[in-house]
């Protein structure tokens, strides 16, 4: 059971194969949602929504690419169908590649800027629109957004990472204005996650090792932790929960927000 009740709505999370969008999956459905995971690992996806069955959960798997305009529209289609309608959608599919601003590779930036922020647009798009009145959905509903701990700090080695976090962060803030304006009843948000050790987190870890910025993964670690009041690295669970609190009513004032999930890294 979760502390936040979401029976009844109807949950798109992308990137939900495995990391964080499984976690948030996994909460969503556990806080009693239907939800559909949209990735491009059919493999760990299909793997992810029969875990989530065996709880007891309802899910479902459909493919997305998130960068592929049609791809979105395809996704959202068989959702509403497979759902019976749409009221929240959770942009977390993301890519990070490690590298010094001395030796920027630009096919790796450019990925980098299709994944986060064009496949960010989009979803904050197509959930508008099928969201708001004039939408196949259109009951209104909440549309959270992933940036990055990497969007308040300055740390070494993710340059384009983090300007396409920032990126996220001012989307999430121009879409929630524009989507109040025209009565969408929509709300947008965005978190700032800190590091968690999914294959991401722990892959900056080795990386940052790898450049020489630290001696170590474990001292690339040492010293996040180190500058976190909490004393410790993020867990999928501080992610999923703060996503399922946004989606629910009881954040039903919150809107345009950036809400630091961080243990307090990035203050
Ligand atoms: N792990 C961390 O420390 C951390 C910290 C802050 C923010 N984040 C953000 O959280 C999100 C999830 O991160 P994670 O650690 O779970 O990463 P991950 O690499 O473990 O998982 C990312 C998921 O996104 C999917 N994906 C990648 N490209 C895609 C595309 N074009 N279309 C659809 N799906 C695609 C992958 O298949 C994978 O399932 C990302 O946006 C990441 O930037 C992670």
Redesign the pocket.
């Known amino acids: 059971m979760s502390v936040y009740d979401l029976t009844g709505r109807k949950a798109l999370v ?2 939900g ?5 499984a976690g948030m999956a996994e909460a969503l459905a556990r806080a009693g949602a239907a939800v559909v995971i ?4 059919e493999d ?1 996806g299909q793997a992810t929504v029969d875990e989530i069955k065996k709880s007891g959960g309802d899910a479902a798997f459909l493919p ?4 592929d305009d049609g791809s979105w529209e395809q996704c959202v289609e068989g959702a509403i169908a497979e759902l019976g309608g749409l009221d929240i959608v959770v942009n ?5 590649i490690t590298q010094l601003v001395a030796d920027l590779d630009p096919d790796a930036i450019r990925k980098m800027l299709e ?2 922020i064009l ?1 960010t647009a989009l979803g904050i798009k197509h959930g508008l629109r099928t969201m708001r009145p004039d939408g196949v959905a259109g009951k209104g509903g909440s549309i959270i957004n ?1 940036s ?3 969007a308040t700090i300055a740390f070494p080695g993710i340059p384009i990472y983090s300007a396409t976090k920032s990126a996220v962060d001012r989307l999430t803030k121009v879409a929630a204005m524009e989507a109040g304006k025209l009565g969408y009843g929509v709300r947008v948000n965005c978190i700032y ?4 050790p ?4 722990a892959g900056l870890a080795n990386d940052m090792a790898a450049l020489g910025l630290f001696e170590s993964p474990e001292a690339a670690v040492g010293a996040v932790i180190e500058l976190t009041p909490s004393g410790r690295l ?1 867990e999928v669970a501080d992610m999923a929960d703060a996503v399922v609190f946004l989606a629910s009513d009881a954040a039903r004032f919150i809107n345009g927000a950036g809400l630091p999930v961080d243990g307090g890294m990035g203050m």
């Open positions: 992308t990137g194969a495995r990391g964080l969008g949209g990735d491009i690992r760990l997305l690419n998130v960068t977390n599919a993301g890519v990070e994944v986060n496949g992933i990055s701990v990497a996650p800190g590091l968690v999914t294959a991401m987190g993020g």
